[in-house]
Nanobody
Framework: QVQVVESGGGLVQAGGSLRLSCAASERIFSGHAMAWFRQAPGKAREFVAAIDWSGGSTVSANSVKARFTISRDNAANAVSLQLNSLKPEDTAVYYC?????????????????WGQGTQVTVSS
């Protein structure tokens, strides 16, 4: 039973933009904080950005703070990640996750539901 599904990845040139989307079942999405993580080849999974249930509070990794924006549409059970000014080092599989709390956190261990990931590749 698929509960979290990412989309929107692809190949883009450095300096370009992408918009990732994540759809979750209502049971997973309602009242839950959502986040994006990423994992590059040979590296550990790392936090990208998170948003609380209301959408009023977000937190982002310093490496993406000025370039990526997380947002959510609670009516659509969806969360998005806008990626601007992409760099080759942003190349990774991007994962959407939900946690059983309305408060956003940056540690992946606190997230209970995960998608399969979507590949983002940035060419130089």
């Amino acid at each position: 039973q698929v509960q979290v599904v990412e989309s929107g990845g692809g190949l883009v040139q450095a300096g370009g933009s992408l918009r990732l989307s994540c759809a979750a079942s209502e049971r997973i999405f309602s009242g839950h904080a959502m986040a994006w993580f990423r994992q590059a080849p040979g590296k550990a999974r790392e936090f990208v950005a998170a948003i609380d249930w209301s959408g009023g509070s977000t937190v982002s990794a310093n490496s993406v703070k000025a370039r990526f924006t997380i947002s959510r549409d609670n009516a659509a059970n969806a969360v998005s990640l806008q990626l601007n000014s992409l760099k080759p080092e942003d190349t990774a599989v991007y994962y959407c996750a939900a946690r059983d709390s309305s408060y956003a956190r940056a540690d992946d261990g606190s997230y209970n539901y995960w998608g399969q990931g979507t590949q983002v590749t940035v060419s130089s």
